[in-house]
């Protein structure tokens, strides 16, 4: 259960932190082609921005000190995931899906980039859930968050900032 608490939370702080720095990019120089797969730790990854609450979104995080991440497909209103155990070596996620005890080796390799309103890229390869290319923003790091509880207060604090929502879908 705590697990579950901690996907759900890990979900939120990246959706609330989308909508707290939404609008950014800048004046920001782009900043590109070193690898720093460590990068990909640690840190919410999606394919996309959000255009509205019912909009899909393929969430990525890897938590380093717990050594658990998830694979999420959600929207504002309904969401799918699956977390799984991991070791990182040299680029490499080595991961365990303890629902199904499978197993997958999954390169990671995290970049500076500035596409799309986003700082950093991700590109995974090896593995058969969520997709190929995710971005970030500088400020979606999870470093802070020791716990699940720790997280839920993040993302409570997070949600109190936010002022306003995305679009609503036209029926």
């Known amino acids: 259960m705590k697990k579950v608490l901690l996907a759900t939370a890990l979900l939120a702080v990246g959706y609330g932190g989308w909508r707290l720095v939404g609008g950014g ?3 920001q120089a782009a900043e590109t082609s070193v690898d720093d797969s460590k990068l990909a730790l640690d840190r919410i990854w999606i394919d996309h921005l959000p255009r509205s609450e019912k909009d899909m979104i393929q969430v990525f995080a ?3 000190e717990e050594e658990f991440g998830v694979f999420q497909h959600t929207s504002a209103w309904k969401g799918a995931f699956e977390l799984f155990r991991f070791n990182f070596k040299g680029g490499d996620i080595h991961a365990t899906y303890p629902q199904d005890n499978s197993r997958e080796k999954i390169t990671v390799k995290a970049t500076r980039c500035n596409e799309g309103q986003m700082d950093y890229c ?8 969520g997709v190929k290319k995710y971005y970030s923003r500088k400020g979606w790091e ?3 968050a020791q716990s699940a509880k720790d997280l839920e207060a993040q ?3 997070l949600a109190k900032q936010l002022s306003a929502g995305l ?3 036209e029926e």
């Open 25 to 27: 990019g800048g004046d």
């Open 62 to 64: 890897a938590v380093s």
């Open 122 to 129: 991700l590109e995974v390869s090896g593995s058969s859930r």
């Open 142 to 144: 999870i470093d802070s």
């Open 155 to 157: 993302t409570d604090a």
């Open 167 to 169: 679009p609503a879908d």
